[in-house]
């Protein structure tokens, strides 16, 4: 389903009413403080928003293991279900605080051919691999080395509307860079920039 889909089912009249809403997008390694920004975002900002982590996706699976050959594909169908559900709570009008990743190329993929460009704010969290690396170890629930694999391709596409460290600033300190930057979004924004990057070579 494209993002264009979402004005033109169900009700007509109720859906060409609905502003979309806004998708304040946390792009970031594992360990990068996503989830921690996130949470800060939630409490000062004025409007209503909701978070959607990845991760309450994944924990919504059931715990069975699969076999290591089905893993792969059940893993492309929760994130391709999160994509959508992400899109369809924006393009009900409600406001949406992203704690995801781009690790492989696909998912910023789909992500552009789902979201409104125009209501993306695309933040890179950003932090050095030591500290990750610190992280990991404190933390014990990500394998060792995630982060050191993920890190070149999370931020390869090279383009975002706000950028912050979570090595020198805190969640809070980042969350009101974020929510100062808001009203002052620039136009085009980073999606817009990155659907028209895509277009051009196509």
């Known amino acids: 389903m494209?993002?264009?889909?979402w004005c033109h089912s169900g009700d007509e009249t109720a859906s060409t009413q609905t502003s979309h809403g806004l998708i304040v997008f946390l792009n970031g390694t594992s360990s990068s403080g996503k989830s921690s920004?996130?949470?800060e975002l939630l409490t000062i900002l004025d409007e209503?928003?909701?978070?959607?982590p990845v991760d309450a996706f994944h924990a919504m699976r059931t715990s069975r293991e699969f076999p290591a050959e089905r893993l792969p594909a059940i893993l492309k169908r929760t994130w391709m279900g999160f994509h959508r559900a992400v899109a369809g709570m924006a393009a009900a009008g409600n406001n949406?605080?992203?704690d995801h990743l781009f690790s492989e190329p696909w998912r910023l993929d789909d992500c552009l051919d789902l979201f409104f460009p125009e209501d993306v704010v695309l933040v890179g969290v950003h932090c050095p691999l030591p500290e990750l690396e610190r992280r990991e170890h404190a933390r014990g629930d990500r394998p060792p080395g995630l982060a050191?694999?993920?890190i070149d391709q999370v931020h390869a596409h090279g383009v975002y509307d706000i950028e912050c460290d979570t090595s020198?600033?805190?969640?809070?300190d980042c969350a009101r860079q974020i929510k100062d930057f808001l009203p002052h979004r620039p136009a085009p924004t980073a999606f817009q920039r990155l659907a028209a990057a895509r277009r051009r070579g196509a």
């Open 48 to 52: 209503p928003f909701f978070h959607l």
């Open 168 to 172: 020198v600033a805190s969640p809070l």
């Open 2 to 5: 494209r993002r264009t889909d």
């Open 148 to 150: 050191a694999r993920q």
């Open 96 to 98: 949406v605080v992203v």
């Open 37 to 39: 920004i996130a949470r």
